[in-house]
């Protein structure tokens, strides 16, 4: 069975991060292992304090865990500070870890800033290049390439500098879109889209689940543009049956 590592916070909802990666490895056949990096306090309509895990909670659930299992792949959420960014690039490089995914997660559905300034220079620098792919929304990509993105041919541009930044895959999710979800993948010489219609409303952790999904994919073999379209198929699902269980955004549901 193929085993897949999570790196990122913890959320009480359920909804995103560490627990909707372990949610979308099960539905997938993965078997899920995490490393929690920081815990929220958040429901779907407030998000209220982030408590970053002190570096050496981090580095111990990484040697602890990774010398007994080998995940065939990993990918990192949210981070929050530079300390706990600075363990995990350390331990992705003496761990091997090759099929390695980045969400580039910077500021939270509720507009949380989840990663301090100092903390996103150095994702940008120092884990980008370890990346086999990066899994950025529209204002992530922005903030990253410093490109504004205003329609789809913007995108193109955005994605360039992305991979120009040394991963080996450059996704840029076009959920903020106001006609069509537009989801493009560049591997360095193809452009590959997925496009589908947009569903109105409110809705947590697609990003999680997107990239989770996405790594999923490549740990079964699949290539590059079969798993984007895969991925895609995926989140929409569990879009189109999404809860309504609080009083804020709703909640995807994974089957």
Request: charged letters at 25%.
């Given at each position: 069975?193929?085993?897949?590592?999570?790196?990122?916070?913890?959320?009480?909802?359920s909804g995103?991060?560490?627990?909707?990666?372990?949610?979308?490895?099960?539905?997938?056949?993965?078997?899920?292992?995490?490393i929690i990096?920081?815990?929220?306090?958040?429901?779907?309509?407030?998000?209220?304090?982030?408590?970053?895990?002190?570096?050496?909670?981090?580095?111990?659930?990484?040697?602890?865990?990774?010398?007994?299992?080998?995940?065939?792949?990993?990918?990192?959420?949210?981070?929050?500070?530079?300390?706990?960014?600075?363990?995990?690039?350390?331990?992705?490089?003496?761990?091997?870890?090759?099929?390695?995914?980045?969400?580039?997660?910077?500021?939270?559905?509720?507009?949380?800033?989840?990663?301090?300034?100092?903390?996103?220079?150095?994702?940008?620098?120092?884990?980008?290049?370890?990346?086999?792919?990066?899994?950025?929304?529209?204002?992530?990509?922005?903030?990253?390439?410093?490109?504004?993105?205003?329609?789809?041919?913007?995108?193109?541009?955005?994605?360039?500098?992305?991979?120009?930044?040394?991963?080996?895959?450059?996704?840029?999710?076009?959920?903020?879109?106001?006609?069509?979800?537009?989801?493009?993948?560049?591997?360095?010489?193809?452009?590959?889209?997925?496009?589908?219609?947009?569903?109105?409303?409110?809705?947590?952790?697609?990003?999680?689940?997107?990239?989770?999904?996405?790594?999923?994919?490549?740990?079964?073999?699949?290539?590059?543009?079969?798993?984007?379209?895969?991925?895609?198929?995926?989140?929409?699902?569990?879009?189109?049956?999404?809860?309504?269980?609080?009083?804020?955004?709703?909640?995807?549901?994974?089957?």
């Open positions: 069975m193929k085993i897949a590592l999570t790196i990122g916070a913890s959320d009480p909802t995103a991060g560490i627990q909707m990666d372990l949610k979308v490895f099960h539905s997938l056949k993965i078997y899920g292992i995490s990096t920081a815990v929220t306090a958040q429901s779907t309509s407030e998000f209220f304090l982030t408590y970053p895990m002190p570096v050496e909670v981090i580095e111990a659930q990484f040697e602890t865990l990774l010398r007994d299992m080998k995940p065939d792949g990993a990918k990192t959420g949210m981070f929050y500070s530079k300390e706990a960014l600075l363990c995990v690039i350390e331990k992705i490089k003496k761990f091997n870890i090759k099929k390695f995914v980045v969400d580039p997660v910077i500021i939270s559905t509720l507009g949380a800033k989840l990663i301090e300034d100092e903390a996103l220079k150095i994702l940008k620098e120092q884990l980008i290049p370890l990346s086999m792919a990066v899994t950025a929304n529209i204002p992530e990509a922005e903030t990253i390439t410093g490109v504004k993105i205003e329609k789809v041919d913007d995108v193109y541009q955005a994605l360039k500098k992305l991979y120009e930044m040394g991963t080996s895959l450059a996704i840029v999710k076009g959920g903020h879109f106001k006609e069509k979800t537009v989801d493009i993948l560049y591997d360095g010489e193809n452009f590959y889209k997925a496009e589908d219609e947009k569903y109105c409303g409110e809705f947590h952790g697609t990003g999680c689940a997107f990239s989770s999904a996405f790594l999923s994919f490549l740990c079964l073999g699949y290539e590059p543009d079969e798993a984007l379209m895969n991925t895609k198929n995926f989140v929409k699902n569990a879009i189109k049956n999404a809860l309504k269980l609080g009083h804020g955004m709703r909640l995807l549901k994974i089957d």
